[in-house]
Nanobody, 124 residues
Framework: QLHFVESGGGLVQPGGSLRLSCTPS????????IAWFRQAPGKEREGVSG????????NYADSGKGRFSISRDNAKNTVYLQMNSLNVEDTGVYFC?????????????????WGQGNQVNVSS
């Protein structure tokens, strides 16, 4: 079964940083758009950031603009989400996802493969 392996979550204080990593199992990310989604308790899964086939195409939810940075390293077959200046509203389970032609980028139905989810807790 094709899926992602995620890492990098954990507990961080407000204002801190985390870097999430996402590596697929069983396929290569070269030809996929990749996105990170977040699901907070009692809320729907929402798009956080997405990156197209080319690193030149990146998208961010308003909540993460200026604080989050998505990147991909095709040689390592890995996608990263650098999160800075974290606040309590960033708490949730973060999922990475791959889609062949994800447009719009922040719609879950556009993605075919998903990671297992990685818990991020921002708390003092």
């Amino acid at each position: 079964q094709l899926h992602f392996v995620e890492s990098g979550g954990g507990l961080v204080q407000p204002g801190g940083s985390l870097r999430l990593s996402c590596t697929p199992s069983g396929f290569n990310i070269d030809y996929y758009a990749i996105a990170w989604f977040r699901q907070a308790p009692g809320k729907e899964r929402e798009g956080v950031s997405g990156i197209g086939f080319s690193d030149a195409i990146t998208n961010y939810a308003d909540s993460g603009k200026g604080r989050f940075s998505i990147s991909r390293d095709n040689a390592k077959n890995t996608v990263y989400l650098q999160m800075n200046s974290l606040n309590v509203e960033d708490t949730g389970v973060y999922f990475c996802a791959a889609g062949y032609a994800a447009d719009p980028w922040d719609v879950t139905a556009e993605y075919d493969y998903w990671g297992q989810g990685n818990q991020v807790n921002v708390s003092s």
